[in-house]
């Protein structure tokens, strides 16, 4: 699955750690979806989502196969 985590993280001019924070997740787990080595729960998804403001599908898309 493919992400644009980073993407958003950045344009918010936010921290890999602060980004943890807001989200209450620990900043090794912000590295793992950035680097699309670790897809989150659908929970975590929805609150990434809601961080930046965008719907979950502009974060999280499918690979094409």
């Given at each position: 699955m493919h992400n644009t985590l980073k993407l958003l993280?950045?344009?918010?001019?936010?921290?890999?750690?602060?980004?943890a924070t807001a989200l209450g997740v620990s900043r090794?787990?912000?590295?793992?979806i950035e680097k699309g080595h670790f897809d989150p729960r659908?929970?975590?998804a929805f609150r990434i989502s809601r961080l930046f403001e965008v719907r979950v599908d502009?974060?999280?898309v499918p690979d094409r196969d």
């Open positions: 993280r950045e344009e918010a001019g936010m921290s890999q750690g602060e980004c090794q787990t912000v590295i793992s659908l929970s975590l502009e974060v999280f």
